[in-house]
């Protein structure tokens, strides 16, 4: 901590010596507000026309400009708003009050957001909007979808804790149902559908607005999210002239150090911003080291009036240790009693060999860099067209263990904890997984690594083109249309990378998968035979995903009442190609299409200026993720899953709002229904072995509903308050057919022994009964309280509780309950204690010479309250400190900011 105090204070002395001197400028001054609500606009730009000079307001709409001449037009922009000019023919100090500027859903974007861009009072959907500042205020130790926890329905956790290992919940709708989208191009995982929030940790740095449109939204792509679309909005033509350096130290040695710059909109023209950043520090808990870089370029030439370019670059390439071994509540105790790891922090899977050098099981390096170009056409004073294609190019991987199953182990054996049950199979006195146990036994085995390490590699590329044409028919009514094509393939493969101490590793499963597959090239012999680092294990396939779709919406805009109807048809086409449990006669498998569609429509009725109303519905028929619900298992297998179907979505949503000069109230209520999910639960059977399985289920449904209501009071410009509070009612509806497999693909007998087959009649099959059972890992009843404190133009304190109630455990059941024929009852799932923590702010912006700076702290968890923030239930019914285990959330953490804009 000695070293950080000294980097981070040489670090601001190196920034005051540097500062040059600026030339002494007239000032125009003033806020910038919503004409109808009244509200902030908070990064909205301001900028002298036909120069490079501008600013952007804050977070209080406040905006401050250095102008070097009179009798110029300044120009206001906002992403969503008619574009306003204003000569200025003053000299020396403006202020020009407040200006208010009109939503318009008709403009010229300097980025492609087929995700529409909400506006209060207008669109019909529940609609939260987080602004650059914002982030810059609160974010701390946290991470991005932690930003969003005070949002109504909206619910994030940190999971295990590694860096970027965060989860992000939607009106009880995980990751792999929300869409998150940046600059209007999809960043869901094309074969399941969720989103790795550590490839994309670098976005907070370069965001200008984040805005959550909870529901289904009013999302132009062709096949929208179910829980609702997060759509972030980076820096581009806006950006002003200049740059920013900062420095960042936290808890537990944490550092990051960033710097970008802009050009500003050169007079020709141009326009670019480059940012950099690194962050490394040794994690909260035990063992969690991680280093994440983040850059991102912007070029961007405004053609001429009618057309304008840009070009992006971003990515977040990141190396982290993880903690995926959740303990029983038991197990937790008993980490601190005995081995004395404080405060939650224990890592199961912390370890090193007999060298002493550090191993893990558990360990992941990523970088998804996406490259995007963009062609804005203005056609004419009606007509637009917006143009993206985009390049996303995944490598990385992360640590598989792989055990010799034929002679009794399991890469089961790696893992720290065993279903929450702490593996002591290895482990020393300190708590440390003792990795130096298995070389000991790899030496003395005569066939070989009994346990060897495999790098678990995902790779993809995926190819983009997004198009949206935009026009106006008479004066009320706008039409949007457009298309959206994605080629995507995932290539998956684990090669051996560490034999610990063995000469070779003998595959045990791969000739009883061939010979499940029907290959001729099944030869029990197989099992026998001698694989070395870099040769392949467990799995080697691609999985291909072809989307095409198109989508159109119209709205209805005049005096107080908007509407529009939207809808959109998509073609689904998934195959696999696997190169090692099929011959080269049989690798490709055959194709399986699913065609979907939405059909959408809502009102907004403005009653008065400061009453509205509104209502949205909607119907999406969905196909089923390429990972679960189109192959029996993606793994290994070309088996088509024949009860497969498209999912289909019902949606209800009212709502009304209120505003004032200081108070602005939303309440809306909600009603989803989701048929047909496709979902794989796993578990462990209850034999010797506790053998793992799967569970590949069809005709799942759940209903999910609630009521929402967030506010925001100013009674008096120094002050501002927020709240929020969110219930729901979120059960699944139905009775359930579910397939077991083991984690090879292989089918499984009741006994946990193979089946002769998938279409066998020894295969389990079972009816598991889940109507009634509350949906786990989100809390069900949310609130939030903030407090903002402007102590005059310079200092910021702010304070938020949070709350979360009615959290319940995932649902699961016992491998002994897998009887062929039998139904499977669920018992309601374990309710998580209620918790809340209380997070702190503050900042203090001053001047460097002639630079602006800003020092900024953050406390999270203030009261260092330790809670549980996800768990699970693995044996039906069974509640106890012993059976149910969990992740607890993170005690106090703490980090400090300097930053100079220059």
Same mark, same amino acid.
């Not at 008096?716 to 693909?745: E, R």
């Given at each position: 901590m000695k070293n950080q105090l000294k980097h981070f204070l040489l670090f601001a002395v190196l920034v005051i010596f540097g500062t040059a001197t600026a030339v002494a400028q007239a000032t125009l001054k003033g806020k910038i507000v919503d004409a109808e609500s009244n509200e902030p606009l908070i990064g909205a730009t301001v900028s002298v026309k036909g120069s490079t000079e501008g600013s952007v307001t804050d977070i209080d709409?406040?905006?401050?400009?250095?102008? %070097?001449?009179?009798?110029?037009?300044?120009?206001?922009?906002?992403?969503?708003?008619?574009? *306003?000019? $204003?000569?200025?023919?003053?000299?020396?100090?403006?202020?020009?009050?407040?200006?208010? $500027?009109?939503? =318009? &859903?008709?403009?010229?974007?300097?980025?492609?957001?087929?995700?529409?861009?909400?506006?209060?009072? *207008?669109?019909?959907?529940a609609v939260s909007s987080v602004a650059m500042d914002f982030i810059e205020e609160k974010l701390g130790t946290q991470e991005f979808p932690e930003i969003l926890k005070s949002t109504p329905g909206v619910h994030a956790n940190k999971d295990g804790g590694g860096y970027g290992d965060s989860e992000i919940y939607m009106r009880g709708f995980g990751n792999e149902n929300i869409a998150v989208m940046v600059n209007g191009v999809p960043m869901n995982d094309m074969e399941w559908g969720g989103v790795y929030w550590s490839n994309w940790s670098g976005l907070t740095d370069v965001t200008r607005t984040m805005q959550t449109q909870r529901g289904l939204g009013a999302s132009k792509v062709s096949a929208p999210s179910v829980g609702g679309t997060i759509n972030i909005i980076t820096q581009s033509l806006e950006s002003k002239k200049g740059g920013t350096v900062s420095y960042s130290l936290g808890n537990d040695g944490m550092n990051k150090i960033l710097f970008s710059v802009s050009t500003g909109l050169t *007079?020709?023209?141009?326009?670019?911003?480059?940012?950099?950043?690194?962050?490394?520090?040794?994690? @909260?808990?035990?063992?969690?080291?991680?280093?994440?870089?983040? @850059?991102?370029?912007?070029?961007?030439?405004? !053609?001429?009036?009618?057309?304008?370019?840009?070009? %992006?670059?971003?990515?977040?390439?990141?190396?982290?240790?993880?903690?995926?071994?959740? !303990?029983?509540?038991?197990?937790?105790?008993?980490?601190?009693?005995?081995?004395?790891?404080?405060?939650? *922090?224990?890592?199961?899977?912390?370890?090193? =060999?007999?060298?002493?050098?550090?191993? %893990?099981?558990?360990?992941? &390096?990523?970088?998804?860099?996406?490259?995007?170009?963009?062609?804005?056409?203005?056609? =004419?004073?009606?007509?637009?067209?917006?143009?993206?294609? @985009?390049?996303?190019?995944?490598?990385?991987?992360? @640590?598989?263990?792989?055990?010799?199953?034929?002679?009794?182990?399991?890469?089961?054996?790696?893992?720290?904890?065993?279903?929450?049950?702490?593996? %002591?199979?290895?482990?020393?006195?300190?708590?440390t997984f003792d990795y130096g146990a298995i070389q000991d036994i790899n030496a003395e085995s005569e066939y070989g690594s009994m346990l060897a390490m495999s790098l678990s590699k995902n790779y993809h590329n995926w190819y983009g083109l997004l198009s949206t044409y935009t026009t106006k028919f008479g004066k009320y009514i706008d039409f949007y249309g457009g298309v959206d094509f994605r080629y995507y393939k995932g290539t998956h493969t684990n090669e051996i990378s560490d034999l610990y101490g063995g000469q070779y590793f003998m595959d045990s499963t791969r000739g009883d998968v061939l010979a499940e597959n029907n290959i001729a090239a099944a030869d029990p012999m197989w099992k026998y035979e001698k694989l070395g680092v870099g040769d392949v294990v467990y799995r080697d396939y691609d999985g291909h995903v072809m989307q095409e779709g198109a989508f159109f919406q119209s709205e209805f805009n005049k005096d107080k009442l908007s509407a529009f109807v939207a809808g959109s048809l998509s073609n689904t086409t998934y195959w696999r190609y696997d190169r090692l449990f099929y011959d080269k006669a049989h690798a490709k498998s055959d194709k399986v299409s699913f065609l979907g569609f939405t059909a959408k429509g809502g009102a907004n009725y403005n009653i008065t200026e400061n009453h509205n109303v509104f209502f949205n519905l909607g119907y999406i028929s969905r196909a089923p993720k390429f990972s679960y619900g189109a192959f029996m298992q993606a793994n290994a297998s070309h088996a088509i899953n024949k009860d497969a179907k498209n999912e289909k979505v019902l949606s209800f949503e009212l709502g009304y709002g209120f505003r004032n000069s200081w108070l602005t109230a939303n309440v809306n209520a909600y009603w989803t229904k989701w048929l047909d999910k496709a979902m794989t639960k796993s578990g462990q059977l209850d034999n010797q072995e506790r053998t793992e399985y799967y569970m590949n289920m069809t005709g799942v449904n759940a209903l999910h509903k609630g009521v929402e209501l967030d506010v925001k009071v100013t009674p008096v410009k120094w002050l501002d308050i927020t709240g929020m509070f969110s219930l729901g009612d979120w059960k699944w509806d139905s009775n359930a057919t579910g397939y077991a497999y083991d984690d090879k693909g292989m089918p499984l007998k009741e006994d946990g022994t193979q089946a002769s087959g998938i279409a066998a009649p020894d295969h389990v099959s079972a009816s598991i009964n889940l109507k009634g059972v509350r949906v786990g890992g989100s809390a069900q009843t949310t609130a939030a309280l903030g407090a903002t404190f402007k102590i005059g133009k310079s200092i910021r304190v702010g304070a938020d509780w949070t709350y979360y109630g009615r959290n319940y455990a995932y649902y699961s059941f016992s491998g002994s309950n897998l009887k062929l024929g039998q139904e499977i009852s669920i018992a309601e799932p374990w309710k998580v204690p209620a918790a809340s923590q209380i997070d702190m702010n503050a900042s203090y912006r001053f001047k460097l010479g002639k630079l602006d700076a800003t020092l900024s702290g953050n406390v999270n968890n203030l009261l260092d309250y330790q809670y549980i923030s996800k768990a699970y239930n693995p044996k039906s019914g069974v509640v106890s400190e012993e059976t149910i285990y969990c992740y607890y959330a993170f005690g106090r953490t703490y980090s400090l900011r300097l930053r100079v804009n220059f």
């Amino acid at each position: 901590m000695k070293n950080q105090l000294k980097h981070f204070l040489l670090f601001a002395v190196l920034v005051i010596f540097g500062t040059a001197t600026a030339v002494a400028q007239a000032t125009l001054k003033g806020k910038i507000v919503d004409a109808e609500s009244n509200e902030p606009l908070i990064g909205a730009t301001v900028s002298v026309k036909g120069s490079t000079e501008g600013s952007v307001t804050d977070i209080d709409g406040v905006f401050s400009l250095k102008i %070097t001449t009179s009798g110029t037009t300044v120009e206001f922009k906002y992403l969503g708003y008619k574009t *306003k000019t $204003m000569k200025i023919t003053q000299k020396g100090t403006v202020d020009l009050g407040t200006v208010s $500027m009109e939503a =318009d &859903s008709h403009v010229l974007n300097d980025v492609v957001v087929t995700s529409s861009i909400a506006v209060a009072r *207008k669109t019909p959907v529940a609609v939260s909007s987080v602004a650059m500042d914002f982030i810059e205020e609160k974010l701390g130790t946290q991470e991005f979808p932690e930003i969003l926890k005070s949002t109504p329905g909206v619910h994030a956790n940190k999971d295990g804790g590694g860096y970027g290992d965060s989860e992000i919940y939607m009106r009880g709708f995980g990751n792999e149902n929300i869409a998150v989208m940046v600059n209007g191009v999809p960043m869901n995982d094309m074969e399941w559908g969720g989103v790795y929030w550590s490839n994309w940790s670098g976005l907070t740095d370069v965001t200008r607005t984040m805005q959550t449109q909870r529901g289904l939204g009013a999302s132009k792509v062709s096949a929208p999210s179910v829980g609702g679309t997060i759509n972030i909005i980076t820096q581009s033509l806006e950006s002003k002239k200049g740059g920013t350096v900062s420095y960042s130290l936290g808890n537990d040695g944490m550092n990051k150090i960033l710097f970008s710059v802009s050009t500003g909109l050169t *007079k020709s023209g141009w326009a670019m911003t480059l940012l950099g950043s690194k962050n490394w520090g040794n994690g @909260y808990a035990q063992g969690l080291d991680f280093e994440g870089y983040n @850059y991102f370029l912007n070029v961007s030439k405004r !053609l001429n009036d009618a057309h304008q370019l840009s070009f %992006t670059v971003f990515g977040a390439p990141q190396t982290h240790y993880q903690r995926n071994g959740a !303990l029983t509540i038991a197990d937790w105790k008993m980490t601190e009693e005995v081995y004395g790891i404080k405060n939650y *922090k224990y890592n199961s899977t912390y370890g090193f =060999d007999n060298e002493g050098r550090r191993r %893990t099981s558990e360990y992941n &390096s990523y970088h998804k860099p996406q490259i995007s170009l963009n062609h804005q056409w203005q056609i =004419d004073d009606k007509s637009s067209l917006s143009t993206v294609a @985009y390049v996303s190019i995944g490598r990385g991987y992360g @640590y598989s263990g792989q055990g010799n199953e034929y002679y009794g182990y399991s890469y089961q054996d790696w893992k720290g904890a065993n279903y929450g049950v702490l593996q %002591t199979k290895f482990r020393n006195p300190d708590g440390t997984f003792d990795y130096g146990a298995i070389q000991d036994i790899n030496a003395e085995s005569e066939y070989g690594s009994m346990l060897a390490m495999s790098l678990s590699k995902n790779y993809h590329n995926w190819y983009g083109l997004l198009s949206t044409y935009t026009t106006k028919f008479g004066k009320y009514i706008d039409f949007y249309g457009g298309v959206d094509f994605r080629y995507y393939k995932g290539t998956h493969t684990n090669e051996i990378s560490d034999l610990y101490g063995g000469q070779y590793f003998m595959d045990s499963t791969r000739g009883d998968v061939l010979a499940e597959n029907n290959i001729a090239a099944a030869d029990p012999m197989w099992k026998y035979e001698k694989l070395g680092v870099g040769d392949v294990v467990y799995r080697d396939y691609d999985g291909h995903v072809m989307q095409e779709g198109a989508f159109f919406q119209s709205e209805f805009n005049k005096d107080k009442l908007s509407a529009f109807v939207a809808g959109s048809l998509s073609n689904t086409t998934y195959w696999r190609y696997d190169r090692l449990f099929y011959d080269k006669a049989h690798a490709k498998s055959d194709k399986v299409s699913f065609l979907g569609f939405t059909a959408k429509g809502g009102a907004n009725y403005n009653i008065t200026e400061n009453h509205n109303v509104f209502f949205n519905l909607g119907y999406i028929s969905r196909a089923p993720k390429f990972s679960y619900g189109a192959f029996m298992q993606a793994n290994a297998s070309h088996a088509i899953n024949k009860d497969a179907k498209n999912e289909k979505v019902l949606s209800f949503e009212l709502g009304y709002g209120f505003r004032n000069s200081w108070l602005t109230a939303n309440v809306n209520a909600y009603w989803t229904k989701w048929l047909d999910k496709a979902m794989t639960k796993s578990g462990q059977l209850d034999n010797q072995e506790r053998t793992e399985y799967y569970m590949n289920m069809t005709g799942v449904n759940a209903l999910h509903k609630g009521v929402e209501l967030d506010v925001k009071v100013t009674p008096v410009k120094w002050l501002d308050i927020t709240g929020m509070f969110s219930l729901g009612d979120w059960k699944w509806d139905s009775n359930a057919t579910g397939y077991a497999y083991d984690d090879k693909g292989m089918p499984l007998k009741e006994d946990g022994t193979q089946a002769s087959g998938i279409a066998a009649p020894d295969h389990v099959s079972a009816s598991i009964n889940l109507k009634g059972v509350r949906v786990g890992g989100s809390a069900q009843t949310t609130a939030a309280l903030g407090a903002t404190f402007k102590i005059g133009k310079s200092i910021r304190v702010g304070a938020d509780w949070t709350y979360y109630g009615r959290n319940y455990a995932y649902y699961s059941f016992s491998g002994s309950n897998l009887k062929l024929g039998q139904e499977i009852s669920i018992a309601e799932p374990w309710k998580v204690p209620a918790a809340s923590q209380i997070d702190m702010n503050a900042s203090y912006r001053f001047k460097l010479g002639k630079l602006d700076a800003t020092l900024s702290g953050n406390v999270n968890n203030l009261l260092d309250y330790q809670y549980i923030s996800k768990a699970y239930n693995p044996k039906s019914g069974v509640v106890s400190e012993e059976t149910i285990y969990c992740y607890y959330a993170f005690g106090r953490t703490y980090s400090l900011r300097l930053r100079v804009n220059f």
